[in-house]
C-alpha cells in the first residue's frame, strides 16, 4: 500500500495526462460486434476434426472391403462367385459415413442459403444446421424406401440384395468424399459454385 501511494506522490500526480476529475471515457469509436463465420466456429472446427480421424480409421480399418466392393461395381460378379458379405465393424462404418454425409450435405445446404438466400433467419445458425441435417436425414430415408419399393416390383431377390448392398456402399462412399470438398469450401475458400462444380464431377 505504501509502494502504491509513493508511485502516486512521485509519478502519477505530476504527469499532464492525468485527470482525477475525469470520468474513464472511452477514446475513439465502439466497434462492431463481429457477426458470425463459420469459418471462426469452434464447434465446426472440432466437428472437422472428429471426422478426419474417425474417417481415416474408418478407411484404415475396412481397407479390403473398400477394395472389394469397388471391384464388384466397376464389374458383374458372376453367378457363382465368391460374395463377401460386410462384418459388423464394416456396416458400422458405412452408417457412420451416412451420417457424415448428411451432415457435410447439410453443412453446404447452410453455406448455399447464407451466401444466397439471406443472412439473417428465425432460428440461430446452430438450429439453421440441425433443421437442413433433419431435412437431408429425411430425404436420405426417403430416397432409399423409395428405391426399395422399385426394386422390389421390378428385380429378383438375388439382384435386390447386390442393388442394396451397392447403393448403401455408393452414399457412404459419396458421404465420405463430401469431407474434403467441404473442408476446401469452408476453410480455403472454394466458393460455392466451384463446390458444386467439383461435387457434380
Not at 156 to 161: F, G, I, L, Q
Request: glycine share 6%.
Amino acid at each position: 500500500m505504501q509502494t502504491d501511494s509513493v508511485l502516486y506522490e512521485t509519478f502519477v500526480k505530476h504527469t499532464p495526462y492525468y485527470h482525477a476529475e475525469i470520468s474513464g471515457v472511452r477514446d475513439g469509436q465502439a466497434g462492431e460486434p463481429l457477426s458470425y463465420s463459420i469459418v471462426s466456429d469452434d464447434y465446426v472446427g472440432i466437428g472437422f476434426l472428429l471426422c478426419l480421424i474417425v474417417s481415416a480409421l474408418s478407411v484404415a480399418k475396412s481397407w479390403r472391403f473398400v477394395c472389394f466392393q469397388t471391384k464388384n461395381l466397376l464389374r458383374m460378379p458372376r453367378a457363382n462367385s465368391f460374395e463377401m458379405r460386410e462384418t459388423l465393424n464394416e456396416m458400422q462404418y458405412q452408417a457412420y459415413f451416412w451420417l457424415q454425409g448428411m451432415a457435410m450435405y447439410a453443412l453446404l445446404a447452410y453455406v448455399v442459403a447464407k451466401e444466397y438466400v439471406a443472412q439473417e433467419y428465425v432460428v440461430d445458425d446452430y438450429g439453421l444446421l440441425g433443421l437442413f441435417f433433419a431435412v437431408i436425414a429425411i430425404g436420405f430415408l426417403l430416397r432409399y424406401v423409395v428405391a426399395t419399393i422399385v426394386h422390389l416390383v421390378f428385380f429378383p431377390k438375388s439382384e435386390r440384395h447386390m442393388s442394396s448392398i451397392s447403393r448403401i456402399y455408393i452414399i457412404a462412399v459419396q458421404g465420405a468424399l463430401m469431407l474434403p470438398i467441404m473442408l476446401l469450401n469452408v476453410y480455403y475458400g472454394l466458393g460455392v459454385e466451384k463446390t458444386l462444380y467439383v461435387w457434380s464431377l
